[in-house]
Every structure is written in structure tokens, then in C-alpha cells.
């Protein structure tokens, strides 16, 4: 079985506080987080996909994509609300092409039927975060 060397955090930019505690805290425990884009989002000034220059957009683009491509889990975690999070929809469908292990929590964890797909769903994201630890050691699932 394979350990979980690294992980991706996909979610919307409105919860930038919450994916950021969740980077330390899988940090503190020597687990790589292959792309961290909060730094990002903060260096940009908080801006929208839309305000973005091209420049800037093609770079988190390709981030976002490296990320989940060379991680071994990605945990979309979803906000509250249904206008929020346009980004981690997409990097959920690239995990699922790259064949990667997935776990979805939050308010809109069943917003897409990709979910399903998922290896684990959850309401709570506290509960996704134990998941995650105690399944670490656990290989990937086919889909």
C-alpha cells in the first residue's frame, strides 16, 4: 500500500481562511500539499477569475492542473453556498480522469453527480480531514 505523499486542496477562493488551516495542519504532519493556490489568491488581491490577466490566469491554470495531477488525493471541499467554487468543480473532473482518489465535503458535496465517484463524501469537512488521516495508508480506489 502507498502513503499518502501529497495532497491537494480544491475549493472556492471564499473559504481561502479555512483551506489554509487545513494546508497547516496536513503540513505539520509531513504530508506535501502539491500546489498551494491560497498563496496565490492572496497575492492577487482577493480578484475574481475575471480580473485576472491572461498572464496570470494561464499561470494558476497550469497550477491548478500540476497539482492535481502529482498529487495522491484530492479533497474538494465545497462551500455553503451553490455561487461559489467554479475552479474545483473542473479540478474534481480532472482527478477523476487522472484517476486520482477523491474526497468531497461541505454544503454542496452532492451538487454534481460526479460525487459519486468519489471515494468518500462527507457534510462536515472536519470529518473528511479524520477520514483522510486514517485512510492514508490505503491505496487508490478504481473508479
Keep these: 500500500m502507498k502513503s499518502l505523499d501529497g495532497i491537494y486542496l480544491a475549493s ?8 489554509e488551516q487545513y494546508v497547516d ?3 505539520e504532519r509531513g504530508i506535501t500539499v502539491t500546489y ?3 498563496k496565490d489568491v492572496r497575492e492577487a488581491g482577493f480578484k475574481s477569475d475575471s480580473e485576472l490577466s491572461d498572464i496570470q490566469r494561464r499561470y ?11 498529487c495522491d488525493l484530492i479533497w474538494v471541499l465545497t462551500p455553503v453556498s451553490r455561487h461559489e467554487g467554479c475552479g474545483m468543480w473542473i479540478e474534481l473532473g480532472m482527478a477523476l480522469a487522472f484517476k486520482k482518489r ?5 454544503g454542496q458535496a452532492r451538487r454534481s453527480v460526479f460525487t459519486e465517484l468519489s471515494e468518500a463524501r462527507f457534510v462536515e469537512h472536519e470529518e ?3 477520514y483522510i ?3 492514508a495508508m490505503v491505496g487508490a480506489r478504481a473508479i
Excluded: P
Excluded at 60 to 70: D, E, F, K, L, P
Design 133 to 135: 488521516l486514517s485512510h
Design 25 to 27: 495542519r496536513f503540513r
Design 102 to 106: 477523491v474526497v468531497v465535503s461541505g
Design 60 to 70: 494558476a491554470a497550469r497550477m491548478g492542473t500540476h497539482g492535481v495531477q502529482t
Design 128 to 130: 473528511a480531514y479524520n
Design 36 to 38: 498551494e493556490w491560497t
Design 12 to 19: 472556492a477562493s471564499e473559504q481561502l481562511a479555512l483551506v
